[in-house]
């Protein structure tokens, strides 16, 4: 018994294809309490009045965008040395599924940017590393469009994802860098971990559980779709072999 | 190594047109930038640095797609690939080629541009060494990415998706450079990190271009 078992596309699909709905149900759930202990039960915070309540939203989301890229860099190294299709396709299927994180980490962002800040947007180091990693899956997912052989563009893909993951790490500090150099600490973010007191902290850990199950829901799902359109390729051309002979 | 490396720049410069157009558009992009901004001097001297490097960092861009995309059509990259020389040297030598032949002559060009932005005087020596210092980085990772969409048809489009992000921690440090510069501030730190992103690059990402290379040829 091990890992590597997984990586038989049936065996993968026998696994996860029954935890799937457990996985979203339990997300559902997870998102219901989370959000609803959140918005109604939490008194409103000193200095941010309501806005603090789109946090329950914002920081799972971003936690998972960055999640996501790292799930996609693992899968892709396992790739390269082990060969196994299904950790290729699960990269392939997390991509969107962190583009969508990214958007709307960036999106509630502005939310709540707006009222608190008075700007929808500011170069913040960390705003402009996640705008950054939202190109950086643009460009990935690109990639992977962009190449119709599926071993070539999964190789591909997984080199992008390697290097892509040292200039992301590298832009991160390089942004910091910058800001600070300039702006001299106008110092707009909040130092979201150490603000958070007590009474948010765990409906907060509820909702990021949420949407960890969320995430692992829909990329297993996603990966099986994968496998099916793979198989569903293989027919056709089998198909079209078998007619040719005909 | 060498021989490869005297070929590509021979071919950039006779037959290629890249060599003077990659040039041509860092002109343009920077004759472009006070009809967009304004004449106003003292704006135009405070952007100039920013501007520079990111005209650069474009003209770098522009002829990317002929560092592997032409020997892939004329099927010389496969006798290179077959060759003693193994397929990393083949990567590091496109990138100085590309480097030689777009990264230097902009480098050497970017003053004169920067005497149009009005630049300020201090900054005119951090402006030539931080591109001196800088474009090999961009080279590389432009090789990098050529060699990721060689084999696709519309790989240019694609290609800047792919390089631009690459080229953030690049720029970020080249362009605080030459603000500092302009500034009279210290340069030392963002100098240095721009070294470290430039030689890092030049000795990992020939690894990084020889495997998409491999892939792209099998």
């Not at chain 1, 918005?39 to 920081?59: D, G, M, R, W």
């Not at chain 1, 119709?148 to 997984?158: C, G, I, K, V, W």
């Not at chain 1, 702006?183 to 949420?210: F, M, R, T, W």
């Not at chain 2, 047109?17 to 003292?42: D, K, M, N, Y």
Request: glycine share 8%; net charge positive.
């Amino acid at each position: 018994m091990s890992i590597w078992e997984y990586a038989n596309p049936k065996k993968f699909m026998d696994t996860t294809a029954p935890a799937v709905p457990w996985l979203f149900w339990g997300s559902l759930i997870a998102l219901a309490v989370g959000l609803i202990w959140g918005f109604f039960l939490t008194p409103n915070a000193e200095n941010f009045q309501s806005t603090v309540k789109i946090i329950y939203l914002h920081v799972p989301a971003a936690l998972m965008a960055i999640n996501a890229w790292f799930m996609m860099l693992v899968t892709s190294i396992i790739w390269l040395v082990r060969r196994h299709h299904v950790s290729a396709l699960a990269a392939k299927a997390a991509a969107p599924v962190g583009l969508v994180m990214t958007v709307i980490a960036l999106i509630t962002g502005a939310i709540w940017g707006q009222p608190m800040w008075g700007t929808w947007w500011a170069w913040d180091p960390r705003l402009t590393s996640f705008l950054i990693l939202f190109l950086f899956y643009l460009g990935y997912l690109a990639l992977w469009e962009a190449i119709s052989e599926p071993d070539t563009a999964a190789d591909l893909t997984s080199v992008l994802c390697i290097v892509g993951s040292v200039f992301a790490v590298l832009s991160r500090y390089a942004v910091n860098f910058w800001n600070q150099g300039l702006h001299q600490g106008a110092s707009l973010s909040l130092d979201k971990e150490e603000n958070v007191a007590d009474v948010y902290y765990i409906p907060l850990l509820v909702c990021i559980a949420a949407f960890v199950l969320l995430f692992v829901a829909l990329v297993l799902m996603r990966t099986g779709t994968e496998i099916r359109v793979r198989r569903m390729r293989a027919l056709e051309a089998r198909a079209e072999r078998g007619a040719a002979r005909a | 190594m060498i021989a490869l490396l005297v070929r590509d720049l021979r071919l950039a410069v006779r037959a290629g047109g890249g060599f003077g157009l990659g040039l041509a558009f860092f002109l343009i992009v920077v004759v472009l930038v006070p009809f967009g901004v304004g004449a106003e001097t003292s704006v135009l001297s405070r952007i100039a640095p920013g501007i520079l490097w990111v005209a650069a960092l474009l003209a770098a861009l522009l002829s990317l797609d002929r560092i592997f995309a032409l020997d892939f059509e004329d099927g010389s990259l496969p006798l290179l690939a077959t060759s003693p020389l193994p397929l990393e040297g083949v990567a590091l030598a496109k990138g100085v080629a590309h480097w030689v032949t777009t990264g230097l002559p902009l480098t050497l060009a970017a003053p004169l541009l920067g005497v149009l932005l009005n630049m300020e005087g201090p900054a005119y020596p951090w402006l030539l060494a931080s591109l001196a210092l800088g474009t090999p980085a961009l080279s590389m990772i432009g090789a990098f990415c050529a060699a990721l969409t060689v084999g696709l048809r519309r790989g240019g489009l694609l290609m800047s998706l792919l390089v631009l992000p690459l080229y953030v921690p690049t720029l970020i440090f080249g362009a605080e450079v030459v603000r500092r510069g302009a500034m009279g501030m210290a340069v030392g730190t963002p100098l240095l990190m721009l070294g470290g992103i430039t030689f890092g690059c030049v000795a990992l990402l020939p690894f990084a271009s020889a495997a998409a290379l491999r892939v792209n040829l099998r």
